[in-house]
């Protein structure tokens, strides 16, 4: 620790900090343009000038680390003076054309000049004008108001994990430009509009939407990825206008991905339902709500009357809320049927319990890891930025995928294998294991298998310097590898091996209330996806599925449903993938909702309303509550979204997790030609969700890309 003061006040505090760090720590404000708590320190701007004392110039803040005993000024004459002449410069070719940019209300410049700059300019020549660049339809280049501060390609060479942008020529001609004729392709492009601090890059689809101070922020979460990133809603006249990051340093830092930026325009999509509507001599017709909820409960009154409580069978997303799982798992409990599922993109059913096995900043603490089956950019953009960070940090990557799709990290080693293959690599490593000290491997069916596989001296190798000392190992099941027909079997290989390392197990699943969704039908003995679809099924309710384009999963499920006679689906949405459906009921989307969501790590958010319901829908809880009175269920008479909460979580205990399981291994397994063949499909962010599938400027992003690219590669 070392003494110094800043603007006369004494302070303590770790050497190697930067000036600008410890002024923000004790909230003196340092003028700023360059610096960015997040990226590398650039000190080209000069914004930042203090006075230190027995030194003659002004210091950068930004780039001179604190020292024993120094007196640093941040607001003497001296500093004042540095301060202006620097803004003085800067506007020198920055246009004063704030009524029109979008920046406006918001801009660093516009407000650094007011408070740090001089009322009058000296500057009477001509200002210099760029050529504006075509970066993608995300971004809105102005560069003409560029101040060459490089955060936007630090940014996307350090967090982005390429150098998408550069800065071009010098002095008077320095500009920023991305390669020949090239957009910017990282997803998480749109952190660049958060840190340009003028407005040479503004977002294409808010451009001259709405000014900001007419926007209210209201917090809420993503849910079209397992992080649960926080997000800020800005909303007028009931309408969401942009979603900016919300800073969680725990989960999604200051940054977010591009998927959950820009897919609010999906929101007021033509698609949305915005009224009941049930199919009268196979024509759909609107109705108001009663007389949807009469036609579905006395169809549903008589499937159950024929063909019994267990012919019904029920379906819900991924994304939905604990209130609506609660709900939707107590309406089939009580009517009598176990036929409930979510995992609609899974082959496997045979492990419950997986979770990432750590927070999500501790991934950048690890030294050594494994990923198997995961296109980690397009699943979760953020967290392949926490295991970059690692990598920049001395750890190493190794990857086992299906796909060569560049993860932007550089690897330690790359297995590139059929996904049937999975299993494979991992009792290799186990058998490797095995032959470095046979006493690690504790489970029986384990030892059974990996003894009769032949040591692969690569393989051993390379898993003495995986294991090598202390370090902190973990490997991470990728989504791909849990949607295979191995999955359980690859939890319990993993699982098996990091205990045997004294290493971490994590799942990397993109379910974006996985978690949550496991703690509720842990207890209950229920029907999977795969009995269900073997099944006899008569009547058929599913929450917020689009069942054309979310259910994944290769167990032929669509074949049971088309065959029901009776199909409601819980909707946000409304097209011909619902064709052979008898009742919609509209949904709100879970902006327009309350709800809790348990994210990839176990924490736990609970979201409002950010906007009221489009149209006639309602909030899903709100619709199964009435269902299941209009059902003459019992206990169904809830007034908020807390009080079913309360039913999952109480609110002073502590939320218990169930631990890993997973059904017993085959010690007779050996490869097959079909596991060998298995192959995983890659989706692109883009298709990931309803919502996504329908935001516009995220759509044409992809058809650009793949354009640009014509063996589409992501
Ligand atoms: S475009 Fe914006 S972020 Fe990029 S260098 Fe210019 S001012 Fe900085
Ligand atoms: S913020 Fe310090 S030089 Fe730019």
Same mark, same amino acid.
């Given at each position: 620790?070392?003494?110094?003061?800043?603007?006369?006040?004494?302070?303590?505090?770790?050497?190697?900090?930067?000036?600008?760090?410890?002024?923000?720590?004790?909230?003196?404000?340092?003028?700023?343009?360059?610096?960015?708590?997040?990226? %590398?320190?650039?000190?080209?701007?000069?914004?930042?000038?203090?006075?230190?004392?027995?030194?003659?110039?002004?210091?950068?803040?930004?780039?001179?680390?604190?020292?024993?005993?120094?007196?640093?000024?941040?607001?003497?004459?001296?500093?004042?003076?540095?301060?202006?002449?620097?803004?003085?410069?800067?506007?020198?070719?920055?246009?004063?054309?704030?009524?029109?940019?979008?920046?406006?209300?918001?801009?660093?410049?516009?407000?650094?000049?007011?408070?740090?700059?001089?009322?009058?300019?000296?500057?009477?020549?001509?200002?210099?004008?760029?050529?504006?660049?075509?970066?993608?339809?995300?971004?809105?280049?102005?560069?003409?108001?560029?101040?060459?501060?490089?955060?936007?390609?630090?940014?996307?060479?350090?967090?982005?994990?390429?150098?998408?942008?550069?800065?071009?020529?010098?002095?008077?001609?320095?500009?920023?430009?991305?390669?020949?004729?090239?957009?910017?392709?990282?997803?998480?492009?749109?952190?660049?509009?958060?840190?340009?601090?003028?407005?040479?890059?503004?977002?294409?689809?808010?451009?001259?939407?709405?000014?900001?101070?007419?926007?209210?922020?209201?917090?809420?979460?993503?849910?079209?990825?397992?992080?649960?990133?926080?997000?800020?809603?800005?909303?007028?006249?009931?309408?969401?206008?942009?979603?900016?990051?919300?800073?969680?340093?725990?989960?999604?830092?200051?940054?977010?991905?591009?998927?959950?930026?820009?897919?609010?325009?999906?929101?007021?999509?033509?698609?949305?339902?915005?009224?009941?509507?049930?199919?009268?001599?196979?024509?759909?017709?609107?109705?108001?709500?009663?007389?949807?909820?009469?036609?579905?409960?006395?169809?549903?009154?008589?499937?159950?009357?024929?063909?019994?409580?267990?012919?019904?069978?029920?379906?819900?997303?991924?994304?939905?809320?604990?209130?609506?799982?609660?709900?939707?798992?107590?309406?089939?409990?009580?009517?009598?049927?176990?036929?409930?599922?979510?995992?609609?993109?899974?082959?496997?059913?045979?492990?419950?319990?997986?979770?990432?096995?750590?927070?999500?900043?501790?991934?950048?603490?690890?030294?050594?890891?494994?990923?198997?089956?995961?296109?980690?950019?397009?699943?979760?953009?953020?967290?392949?930025?926490?295991?970059?960070?690692?990598?920049?940090?001395?750890?190493?990557?190794?990857?086992?995928?299906?796909?060569?799709?560049?993860?932007?990290?550089?690897?330690?080693?790359?297995?590139?294998?059929?996904?049937?293959?999975?299993?494979?690599?991992?009792?290799?490593?186990?058998?490797?294991?095995?032959?470095?000290?046979?006493?690690?491997?504790?489970?029986?069916?384990?030892?059974?298998?990996?003894?009769?596989?032949?040591?692969?001296?690569?393989?051993?190798?390379?898993?003495?310097?995986?294991?090598?000392?202390?370090?902190?190992?973990?490997?991470?099941?990728?989504?791909?590898?849990?949607?295979?027909?191995?999955?359980?079997?690859?939890?319990?290989?993993?699982?098996?091996?990091?205990?045997?390392?004294?290493?971490?197990?994590?799942?990397?699943?993109?379910?974006?209330?996985?978690?949550?969704?496991?703690?509720?039908?842990?207890?209950?003995?229920?029907?999977?996806?795969?009995?269900?679809?073997?099944?006899?099924?008569?009547?058929?309710?599913?929450?917020?599925?689009?069942?054309?384009?979310?259910?994944?999963?290769?167990?032929?499920?669509?074949?049971?449903?088309?065959?029901?006679?009776?199909?409601?689906?819980?909707?946000?949405?409304?097209?011909?993938?619902?064709?052979?459906?008898?009742?919609?009921?509209?949904?709100?989307?879970?902006?327009?909702?309350?709800?809790?969501?348990?994210?990839?790590?176990?924490?736990?958010?609970?979201?409002?309303?950010?906007?009221?319901?489009?149209?006639?829908?309602?909030?899903?809880?709100?619709?199964?509550?009435?269902?299941?009175?209009?059902?003459?269920?019992?206990?169904?008479?809830?007034?908020?979204?807390?009080?079913?909460?309360?039913?999952?979580?109480?609110?002073?205990?502590?939320?218990?997790?169930? %631990?890993?399981?997973?059904?017993?291994?085959?010690?007779?397994?050996?490869?097959?030609?079909?596991?060998?063949?298995?192959?995983?499909?890659?989706?692109?962010?883009?298709?990931?969700?309803?919502?996504?599938?329908?935001?516009?400027?995220?759509?044409?992003?992809?058809?650009?890309?793949?354009?640009?690219?014509?063996?589409?590669?992501?």
């Amino acid at each position: 620790m070392i003494k110094l003061k800043i603007d006369g006040k004494s302070i303590e505090v770790e050497s190697k900090k930067t000036i600008i760090q410890v002024a923000d720590e004790i909230g003196i404000d340092i003028p700023r343009f360059c610096y960015h708590k997040k990226l %590398s320190v650039a000190a080209n701007c000069r914004m930042c000038l203090v006075q230190v004392k027995n030194i003659g110039k002004p210091l950068p803040a930004c780039a001179t680390q604190v020292m024993d005993g120094m007196e640093v000024s941040t607001k003497t004459k001296f500093t004042k003076e540095a301060q202006q002449s620097v803004m003085e410069f800067l506007l020198i070719n920055h246009p004063l054309d704030c009524p029109i940019c979008d920046q406006g209300g918001e801009c660093d410049l516009q407000d650094t000049a007011v408070a740090y700059g001089t009322s009058q300019t000296r500057y009477a020549e001509e200002k210099r004008v760029v050529i504006n660049k075509n970066i993608g339809p995300l971004i809105s280049t102005d560069l003409t108001r560029c101040i060459q501060c490089t955060r936007c390609v630090r940014f996307l060479k350090e967090i982005g994990g390429v150098q998408e942008l550069g800065l071009v020529g010098r002095g008077e001609h320095a500009e920023i430009s991305a390669y020949v004729d090239k957009s910017v392709e990282s997803e998480l492009s749109g952190n660049i509009i958060d840190l340009c601090p003028v407005g040479a890059l503004t977002s294409k689809p808010f451009r001259y939407k709405a000014r900001t101070w007419e926007l209210i922020r209201r917090p809420t979460i993503s849910i079209h990825d397992s992080l649960g990133s926080n997000l800020e809603m800005h909303i007028k006249d009931d309408h969401v206008m942009r979603t900016l990051p919300k800073e969680n340093d725990e989960i999604n830092e200051c940054w977010i991905s591009d998927r959950d930026r820009f897919s609010y325009e999906g929101f007021y999509h033509s698609d949305r339902l915005l009224e009941p509507m049930i199919k009268k001599n196979k024509k759909w017709q609107k109705v108001d709500w009663e007389e949807a909820l009469d036609f579905f409960t006395q169809n549903i009154k008589k499937i159950i009357k024929r063909d019994g409580e267990d012919s019904l069978a029920f379906l819900h997303s991924p994304q939905s809320s604990l209130e609506e799982s609660y709900l939707i798992h107590k309406m089939a409990n009580q009517i009598g049927s176990s036929n409930i599922d979510y995992r609609i993109t899974q082959n496997n059913f045979d492990f419950s319990g997986a979770w990432l096995g750590c927070e999500i900043r501790e991934i950048e603490t690890f030294d050594n890891v494994i990923i198997i089956g995961s296109n980690l950019r397009l699943d979760q953009p953020l967290l392949a930025n926490r295991f970059r960070k690692m990598v920049n940090n001395g750890g190493k990557l190794t990857l086992i995928n299906s796909s060569d799709h560049d993860p932007l990290i550089p690897l330690e080693k790359k297995i590139i294998c059929k996904s049937g293959e999975y299993k494979l690599q991992l009792i290799k490593m186990l058998r490797a294991l095995y032959e470095i000290d046979p006493k690690k491997i504790k489970n029986e069916d384990v030892l059974n298998l990996i003894k009769k596989e032949k040591i692969n001296l690569d393989t051993l190798e390379w898993l003495k310097r995986f294991i090598r000392g202390r370090n902190k190992k973990a490997i991470f099941l990728g989504q791909s590898a849990l949607e295979t027909k191995d999955a359980g079997d690859l939890v319990l290989l993993a699982n098996a091996l990091t205990e045997s390392i004294s290493g971490i197990f994590g799942s990397l699943s993109n379910y974006p209330n996985g978690v949550g969704l496991d703690l509720i039908s842990h207890k209950q003995e229920l029907h999977n996806l795969k009995e269900i679809s073997e099944k006899n099924i008569s009547a058929f309710i599913a929450l917020n599925i689009d069942p054309k384009n979310d259910i994944r999963s290769k167990i032929n499920i669509l074949k049971t449903i088309n065959k029901a006679k009776f199909k409601t689906a819980i909707t946000p949405y409304f097209g011909e993938e619902f064709d052979s459906f008898d009742c919609v009921l509209p949904m709100a989307i879970f902006t327009e909702s309350s709800g809790s969501y348990i994210n990839i790590a176990r924490k736990l958010q609970t979201i409002k309303a950010v906007t009221s319901p489009k149209g006639q829908a309602r909030p899903a809880w709100k619709i199964l509550r009435v269902l299941g009175n209009y059902l003459g269920l019992d206990d169904f008479e809830y007034d908020s979204s807390d009080e079913v909460l309360c039913k999952v979580v109480h609110p002073k205990k502590r939320l218990t997790f169930p %631990s890993i399981s997973t059904k017993s291994l085959d010690p007779n397994w050996t490869l097959s030609i079909d596991d060998a063949n298995e192959t995983s499909e890659i989706f692109s962010l883009e298709q990931s969700d309803m919502i996504v599938r329908r935001a516009a400027s995220l759509q044409e992003k992809k058809r650009k890309q793949l354009a640009n690219n014509k063996k589409g590669v992501l």
